[in-house]
């Protein structure tokens, strides 16, 4: 359960993340210049705009970083199916009976 929450929220930061980038502009106007220009600017504000999309930007990037971490942590326990495979190969190592070098074709079958 804890592991799809953190999955899911993971994916929603990341396609923030891509939203915040694409409206930063990257010669410094940013969000503002798309509301109009100097109208938008009063409103909003050059300075304030290119603050508040760095800080989601850092924000997003950290909430990402957590969320990976955090899967790693309550990721669910694949331990038994690899021990599972593991004795079968044990098994099949200790089981007496066929010649590898005979069971094998022969490297060179396609020659003439």
Known sequence: MWYTLFIILAIVCAVLLVLVVLAQNSK???LSS???GSGASNLIGVKKTGDVLERL???FAIAIMVFSL???FTAPSTS???DEILERAKEQQAAPGIDIKK???AADSTKK
């Open 57 to 59: 930007t850092w924000g």
């Open 34 to 36: 798309q509301f109009g």
């Open 80 to 82: 038994v199916v690899t």
């Open 70 to 72: 955090a899967t790693n």
């Open 103 to 105: 069971a094998a074709p």
């Open 28 to 30: 410094g106007g940013g």
